[in-house]
């Protein structure tokens, strides 16, 4: 009998709109009344609007539209059969594709990057063939910031601050399912490039000006870049009288900033990039480099090392974002002049997480035409390009947060780097698939958290196991058990899917039920347990009835539930979850958005003056039942390149069914880094759907 019961609370539904577990029948009946109720309303919203009552537009749906089941698994391989990435092979169908991933290790990582590494890592793999990491070193443009941006590193010795980077980036490409053919450093390319700037020059292509930044700027067009351009008279030199410049200028022979090596390209184009922009400066610090010591005292620019590094690892596709699209002409100009290899570059639009990320003006980690030469790239230019841009991941701003103790660590579930978005428990496969899903064009897109979300969910919800969990737990005294004290149940870890098994649960007299499941006063739309109401038990064969409660006088919270089993009566209409008795007790966190509006820094006195005071909730003496310790035995959930080695505990995830009513309905929780064997930690993912405080 017991297991007719559990197969039929098997098939219960979930009643979206009140976060119940309910029978089939009553689910029916409840939408059809509210389908009832709708159209009530929308005949009167149309009145309204008859009447030129302009109220019934904003009651939209808020939510994108739920997904249909057979979207859930996406081909993992769409976006490189169709659109863009498709026409970019079709450009040039290599036969052995080189791809290049080479994020500068001056910070953690973020969504924008996790796109980089799909795409990069992604199209090599479809294509058969390899990626390179430019990771782990330096890259030309770093060793630049180093140069002329010291500041920026003075918050620790930069060595030690940049291997934690490293060692991040490096696990996560990993953790994605990706691995680097090679990793390189510009560095080691050094005596390369140098020999190639002398040929520059030989060729008449390169010429070393010694102007300052207000004589290239007027050079350029001016302020307002209205003026007529024109090129310096050092421009007239000759190759001669270049190479012994170029070469005095390596032996130390300028000061700092008083010479540069720029190319001689065509100051008529429209394209600022190809304005006779840089290609090798002396640093006005000369610190000694991390791997090439005071070997060198010039070193080349972004735009001069960046093409060239490509060509010399024969790069097939140089996949970038759009940001660099004016960089093109003077990429291809530079290969094609020196004679070497040229690779294929190519734009797509970057992936702009809006609001969760904290924008920050000050530090120009983004490259602005012109910004080599010192000269054309102002605050404003910025400025507005932040704007345009939505947001950008600034390191000084979570700094803040993670040293103002706002946040656990730079990994904290609330933000929104890769390290964090991994220790929240999102698996590698979501986010993929959520990038997938985007698909990649050359606009740019703005991440709603809440498609992310969905995205998540979608692609949880039919592969990991479920448990019953109660946050906030009260006792509940089943009077009347007798023999069913100590009975097995065999519960599925899920309804739809026999492979994932199930596991045995023991009934108890005393179980444990979510304090948001009872009320002490009932009334006729309360459908779960009260004095004198009946209500189902998830899996056990009869439904309870509420008899009596106690209270502790001192805070008036509930302490302990009677209840008999209700053997006569009909069908409970609504079901809940309980634990029984021994159950292992946890920390549940629960996350929600770590700032109030949208735009942190759009607030009067910063974001700092903007942080949810409640974006965790912390519920230490939460109960889960037992089956918990196969679920993280049998950890990985799903299971997944990225993670089928060495696994953190983020990857033990599981759903809870209807937490806690004011919670959520539906749970996706993952372990967190901080639970040792003693004290399990647990993080929400996401919620099932999310309108908490609903009631
Ligand atoms: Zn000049």
Request: hydrophobic letters at 35%.
């Amino acid at each position: 009998m017991t297991d007719d019961i559990v197969a039929g609370a098997a098939k219960l539904q979930l009643d979206e709109e009140t976060g119940e577990m309910v029978s089939k029948n009553e689910l029916k009946k409840r939408l059809q009344k509210r389908a009832k109720k709708a159209a009530a309303q929308a005949r009167s919203q149309d009145a309204a609007q008859n009447l030129g009552i302009e109220a019934a537009a904003a009651v939209k749906e808020k939510l994108p539209p739920k997904p249909k089941a057979d979207e859930s698994y996406l081909d993992p391989d769409a976006m490189f059969k169709q659109g863009f990435l498709a026409e970019v092979f079709k450009e040039r169908p290599a036969e052995e594709v080189m791809t290049r991933f080479p994020p500068e290790p001056n910070g953690y990582l973020h969504l924008g990057h996790a796109k980089a590494i799909a795409i990069n890592f992604g199209f090599a793999r479809y294509h058969g063939g390899k990626t390179v990491g430019r990771t782990t070193g330096l890259t030309t443009e770093q060793i630049l910031r180093y140069a002329f941006y010291p500041t920026r590193f003075d918050d620790t010795n930069p060595d030690a601050e940049d291997e934690k980077y490293f060692v991040a980036i490096e696990e996560t490409i990993r953790w994605l399912g990706f691995a680097p053919h090679a990793i390189t450093y510009s560095s080691d390319n050094f005596q390369k490039l140098y020999d190639l700037a002398e040929k520059l020059i030989q060729l008449g292509k390169g010429y070393v000006c010694h102007c300052n930044e207000a004589e290239i700027k007027l050079q350029r067009g001016g302020e307002e870049g209205s003026s007529p351009r024109y090129r310096c008279a050092h421009a007239e030199q000759d190759v001669e009288t270049n190479l012994q410049k170029f070469r005095d200028m390596r032996d130390g022979k300028y000061e700092p900033q008083t010479a540069f090596l720029r190319m001689k390209q065509d100051i008529t184009s429209g394209n600022p990039q190809m304005w006779d922009v840089g290609a090798y400066r002396i640093p006005k610090d000369q610190t000694p480099h991390f791997r090439t010591g005071n070997q060198w005292r010039i070193y080349p620019t972004y735009d001069f090392a960046h093409c060239l590094c490509d060509s010399f690892e024969g790069i097939t596709h140089s996949l970038c974002t759009t940001e660099f699209i004016m960089s093109r002409e003077s990429y291809e100009w530079l290969n094609k002049t020196l004679g070497v290899y040229e690779p294929m570059q190519r734009e797509y639009g970057e992936l702009l997480p809006l609001g969760v990320f904290l924008l920050s003006p000050e530090p120009p980690p983004i490259r602005l035409p012109g910004w080599e030469l010192g000269a054309s790239a102002t605050k404003a230019d910025f400025l507005g390009r932040l704007n345009v841009s939505g947001t950008i991941m600034s390191k000084r701003a979570l700094k803040k947060l993670v040293e103002g103790k706002f946040v656990r660590d730079w990994d904290d579930p609330r933000l929104y780097t890769l390290i964090a978005i991994r220790r929240r428990g999102v698996p590698p496969g979501a986010l993929l698939s959520f990038i997938n899903e985007l698909g990649v064009t050359t606009s740019r897109t703005v991440i709603q958290t809440l498609r992310f979300e969905q995205s998540i969910r979608r692609y949880l919800e039919t592969t990991v196991p479920r448990l019953m969990l109660v946050l906030d737990p009260v006792p509940v005294v089943i009077e009347d058990i007798d023999d069913l004290e100590g009975q097995q149940l065999d519960i599925p870890f899920s309804p739809k899917d026999p492979k994932m098994g199930s596991h045995k649960l023991r009934l108890t007299k005393t179980v444990y039920i979510d304090r948001s499941d009872f009320r002490e006063v009932d009334s006729k739309d309360y459908f779960r347990l009260a004095p004198g109401k009946t209500v189902g038990l998830l899996q056990i064969p009869y439904p309870i009835k509420a008899t009596s409660f106690s209270k502790d006088g001192a805070t008036g919270r509930v302490t302990e539930i009677k209840v008999v089993f209700d053997k006569q009566g009909k069908k409970p209409k609504t079901y809940i979850q309980w634990v029984p008795e021994g159950s292992r007790k946890v920390e549940v966190r629960v996350h929600s958005q770590l700032f109030k509006s949208p735009d942190p820094t759009a607030v009067e006195g910063g974001f700092l003056n903007d942080i949810n005071p409640d974006s965790e909730a912390v519920y230490p003496e939460a109960l889960v039942e037992s089956g918990f310790e196969e679920v993280r035995r049998r950890a990985p959930w799903p299971e997944a390149k990225g993670e089928s080695k060495g696994a953190g505990p983020e990857s033990v995830r599981f759903q809870a069914m209807r937490v806690a009513y004011f919670v959520s309905f539906w749970c996706l929780i993952a372990v967190d880094t901080d639970s040792t064997e003693d004290k399990i930690v647990l993080n929400r993912i996401v919620s099932l759907r999310e309108d908490a405080g609903k009631r």
